[in-house]
C-alpha cells in the first residue's frame, strides 16, 4: 500500500484523474474510517494556495451569465428577483458544501487521497446499500458525460460571445459588416495556446487576469446603470413578473451561477484542503461574493433599463462611446481567458478515458493532439451556426441542474444512508426537497430553451 501512494504522488494528474484506484472497503461505515485522512496522501507539489482556490471558483462562477441579470430581473421581478437570486445562490453553495464534504467522507471509506466528481458518485453507490450498487459504473459514466457535454457546449458559447465583441467593435470602426465566422477564425491561435494548459497551477494569472477585467468591466458597466436616469424611478417596473415569466427567470439564473465542474479539481489541488469548507472558508467567501454581485448587478441593472434589458446588458451601452467600446473589450478579453478553465475538466476526463491507448512515449504527442481535435471543435460548432445560445442554453438547463442541484443531493443522501441521515431523517428531507427543485428547473429550463429554439428558427426563416 506505501508503495502505491508513493507511486500515486508521484503522478501531479492523478488529482484530476477519474480513473482513480478506489480501494474496495465497501460496507457499512466503520469509525476507524477516521483515522485515514485523506489529505496526507495528496501530491501538493503543483498545489494552489487559498487565493489562487479562490481565483479559479471566482472566475467559473463569474462568467457572461451575470450580463443577462438584468434580463433576469425582468422575468422575475424586482423584489421575487431579488430574493430569488439569493435563494438560489445559496442552494448551489449548499450543493458544492455537500458535495465536497461527501467527496471527504468517502475518501475515508475508501482509502483514497482523492476523488473527481464522477469519482465521488461511483464511490458512493459503490459503498451504499446493496440494490444501488451495480449502478455505480453508470452513474459515473452519467456525470463524466455531462460535464463534458456542458463544459464543451459552454466553450462554444464562450467563442461565439468574444467573436460578436469584436464584429462589433470592428464594425464600429471600420464602417463595414465584417463576417463573424472570420472573427471566429482568428481566435484560434489564442484558444489553442490557452487549451494546452494542463495545471490549475499556470492557470491561475489567467485567472486573477480574467477576474480583473471582468471585475473592471463590471464596474464601468455600473458606472452606466447609476448614471441612468430612470435608477429611482418604479415607473414600469414590477416587483413580482407573471407567472409565465418566471420560469426564464429560474433557468438563466440556475445556469449563470452553477460552476459545478470545476469545484473538486479546485478543492483536490489545494495546499491546504481543510481551508476549502467551514466558516469562513474559500468556499463560502466566494459564493459570498458571487451572490452579491449577480444580485447588484441584476437589482441595478433592471432599476436602470426595466423592460428595455437586452439579453446581455452590454448591448444597452451606447456604442458609440468609446467607454462602452472598452467595456465589451475588457469583457471578452475575461471570457477569454476563462476559455482554459472552462475547457479543464471535459479535456481531462476525455484524455484519462483515452490514455491507455498511448505509450509513454507518445502520450504527450497524443494528449496535445486531442486538446487540438476538441479545441478545434468547438471552433467548428462556433464557425457552422454562430448563434449557440437557445442551443447550449438546453444543455445547461439541463445538466446543470442535474449536475449542480441533483447529483449532490443524491451522493449525500446515498452515502449517509446507513446511519447519518440525522434527527428524524433531516437530511433526507432536505435532499428530496433539492431534488424536486431541481426536477421542476430541469422541466421549466428544458421549456424556455425550446421555445427559444423555436423562436429561433421562425426568425431565420422570415
Known amino acids: 500500500m506505501g508503495r502505491k501512494e508513493k507511486e500515486q504522488s508521484g503522478n501531479p494528474m492523478t488529482e484530476f484523474s477519474s480513473s482513480t484506484k478506489i480501494a474496495p472497503n465497501i460496507g457499512e461505515y466503520k469509525e476507524k474510517d477516521e483515522l485515514y485522512d485523506p489529505f496526507e496522501h495528496r501530491d501538493k507539489r503543483r498545489s494552489t494556495s487559498d487565493l489562487g482556490s479562490m481565483m479559479h471558483l471566482l472566475k467559473s462562477s463569474l462568467g457572461t451569465g451575470i450580463l443577462a441579470m438584468p434580463h433576469a430581473i425582468k422575468n422575475g421581478g424586482l423584489l421575487f428577483g431579488g430574493i430569488g437570486t439569493i435563494i438560489i445562490g445559496i442552494i448551489c453553495s449548499h450543493c458544492v458544501h455537500i458535495l465536497v464534504r461527501t467527496s471527504h467522507v468517502l475518501c475515508r471509506r475508501t482509502k483514497t487521497p482523492q476523488l473527481s466528481y464522477a469519482e465521488t458518485a461511483y464511490a458512493a453507490f459503490l459503498c451504499g446499500p446493496k440494490p444501488i450498487r451495480p449502478w455505480a459504473n453508470g452513474s459515473k459514466i452519467f456525470v463524466n458525460t455531462a460535464l463534458c457535454a456542458t463544459y464543451v457546449g459552454g466553450s462554444c458559447v464562450y467563442i461565439v460571445f468574444i467573436a460578436k465583441t469584436i464584429q462589433q467593435i470592428a464594425s464600429f470602426y471600420t464602417k463595414r459588416d465584417i463576417e463573424i465566422q472570420l472573427c471566429i477564425l482568428s481566435l484560434i491561435p489564442a484558444l489553442i495556446l490557452l487549451g494546452q494548459v494542463r495545471d490549475l497551477k499556470y492557470m491561475m494569472p489567467f485567472s486573477m487576469l480574467a477576474n480583473i477585467f471582468m471585475i473592471s468591466g463590471f464596474t464601468i458597466t455600473l458606472y452606466y446603470v447609476f448614471s441612468s436616469s430612470n435608477l429611482l424611478s ?229
Request: include cysteine.
Open 234 to 462: 418604479l415607473e414600469n417596473k414590477k416587483l413580482i413578473a407573471r407567472v409565465e415569466e418566471l420560469p426564464r427567470f429560474f433557468a438563466t439564473v440556475i445556469f449563470a451561477i452553477e460552476g459545478i465542474g470545476v469545484v473538486m479539481p479546485v478543492a483536490n489541488n489545494m495546499k491546504q484542503p481543510h481551508h476549502f469548507l467551514g466558516c469562513p472558508s474559500v468556499l463560502n467567501v466566494t459564493m459570498t461574493i458571487v451572490v452579491c454581485l449577480y444580485a447588484m448587478m441584476g437589482v441595478f441593472g433592471y432599476l436602470a433599463y426595466g423592460e428595455n434589458s437586452e439579453a446581455s446588458i452590454t448591448l444597452n451601452l451606447p456604442t458609440e462611446e468609446t467607454l462602452a467600446q472598452v467595456v465589451k473589450i475588457l469583457i471578452a478579453a475575461a471570457v477569454l481567458f476563462t476559455y482554459g478553465l472552462q475547457l479543464f475538466v471535459p479535456l481531462e476526463i476525455i484524455w484519462n478515458g483515452i490514455t491507455h491507448r498511448f505509450s509513454h512515449k507518445y502520450a504527450a504527442i497524443g494528449e496535445t493532439s486531442m486538446r487540438v481535435f476538441i479545441i478545434m471543435l468547438t471552433v467548428a460548432m462556433a464557425v457552422s451556426v454562430p448563434d449557440l445560445d437557445p442551443f447550449i442554453s438546453l444543455v445547461g438547463a439541463i445538466f446543470f441542474s442535474i449536475l449542480g442541484i441533483s447529483i449532490p443531493a443524491v451522493v449525500e443522501t446515498i452515502s449517509c444512508w446507513e446511519s447519518h441521515l440525522g434527527t428524524f431523517k433531516w437530511r433526507l428531507w432536505k435532499n428530496s426537497f433539492l431534488f424536486i427543485f431541481s426536477i421542476l428547473a430541469l422541466i421549466f429550463g428544458s421549456w424556455i430553451s425550446v421555445q427559444d429554439i423555436i423562436k429561433y428558427y421562425s426568425t431565420s426563416k422570415d
